[in-house]
């Protein structure tokens, strides 16, 4: 595994993010664009989540709010992928074994399966609470886990840069 | 002339337990970027909307008086943990441009957005109606845009002081 992460770093795209073709200013520049994406990603996700829990957008349809905004979130979140997988190449062995790296797709990991219960779960009844106050306990819970996993997320993120 | 002021924050209390105590600098600048996320999204909504490609569901007024609370709460968070981040690496903030860049832009963007949503406040009638709503609400939602992810790559770049200093 570690001689499969050495030849990633070696590839160029890697070499050229890392700095170590002449192009110091690329791996600020690409980090600076996966905060662009996961600014996009968090913040459009945090306005469906506090529309879960009631908080806000109460003049809106869950329905309605999910369908405008997730879409936004999904390009913003490949987005995310693509400059997080160029930030990963450029130090694969260091990346890899990081315990922060690890807990920031577990969280990742856990903020999908929270994301599948609630779509196949209270959200195909959508049409009997979109717009009823309290939102169901169920969906509740989905917004509160989501806005949990989605910060933990970022927090490991960050914390990344503080070990490497 | 900053560089004497920001070298004597360096030496205060303060600043020491900021920088000794090892967590301080990570999780404020985690907080940090939550809330410009938060503060992104919401802003975000609020110019795709002005841009006619996004939240159709609800009208420019319903929105601002949605979104521009969370705005200024996120900004507020924001505030205070960059505080926090100068009072703990002092000279780093004040010897780069990126930092004063970041701020100049911040003051700019905050009083547009403070001018915009009193307006859609005090005219919500005229902005809802897109044959009356003012000529600048493009211009706004473009320059807003740009402004906000022109901040968010000067505050990445505060941590990239030499990329001012290595050139040349």
Redesign the interface.
């Known amino acids: 595994m570690y001689e499969f992460l050495g030849k990633i770093q070696d590839l160029g795209l890697s070499q050229a993010v890392r700095g170590d073709l002449g192009y110091?200013?690329l791996f600020?520049i690409v980090?600076?664009f996966h905060?662009?994406f996961?600014?996009?990603?968090?913040?459009?996700?945090?306005?469906v989540d506090l529309r879960l829990l009631g908080l806000?957008?109460r003049?809106?349809?869950v329905s309605?709010?999910s369908r405008?905004?997730l879409p936004?979130t999904w390009v913003a979140f490949i987005l995310a992928a693509c400059s997080g997988t160029m930030l990963f190449m450029s130090k694969a062995q260091t990346y890899f074994y990081n315990r922060e790296f690890d807990l920031k797709f577990l969280f990742m990991f856990l903020a999908g399966i929270n994301m599948m219960v609630f779509h196949f779960g209270i959200y195909r009844k959508v049409g009997s609470w979109d717009s009823t106050f309290p939102t169901p306990a169920a969906a509740r819970v989905a917004g509160a886990v989501s806005l949990l996993c989605w910060?933990l997320v970022?927090?490991f993120g960050?914390?990344i840069g503080?070990t490497t | 002339m900053f560089r004497p002021f920001a070298d004597w924050i360096a030496t205060t209390k303060l600043s020491l337990l900021f920088q000794n105590v090892l967590w301080i600098i990570p999780l404020s600048q985690s907080i940090h970027i939550l809330s410009l996320a938060t503060l992104f999204g919401a802003v975000a909504m609020i110019n795709l909307r002005l841009l006619g490609v996004g939240s159709s569901g609800r009208s420019i007024s319903q929105l601002v008086n949605t979104m521009i609370p969370w705005v200024w709460r996120a900004l507020a968070v924001l505030l205070l943990t960059g505080t926090v981040q100068t009072i703990a690496e002092p000279v780093r903030q004040f010897v780069t441009p990126a930092f004063w860049g970041k701020m100049g832009m911040i003051v700019v963007v905050a009083i547009m957005t403070l001018l915009f949503s009193r307006s859609v406040r005090s005219n919500a009638a005229r902005w809802d109606n897109p044959t009356t709503r003012p000529g600048s609400a493009k211009a706004f939602a473009v320059v807003s845009t740009v402004l906000w992810l022109a901040i968010i790559t000067c505050g990445r770049f505060i941590g990239y002081t030499w990329f001012f200093y290595a050139q040349g």
Do not use: N, Y
């Not at chain 1, 996961?38 to 306005?47: C, K, N, P, R």
């Open positions: 110091e200013w600020p980090e600076t905060v662009f996961l600014a996009l990603v968090f913040g459009s996700i945090v306005m806000t957008s003049d809106s349809l309605r709010l405008e905004v936004w910060s970022i927090v960050r914390w503080f």
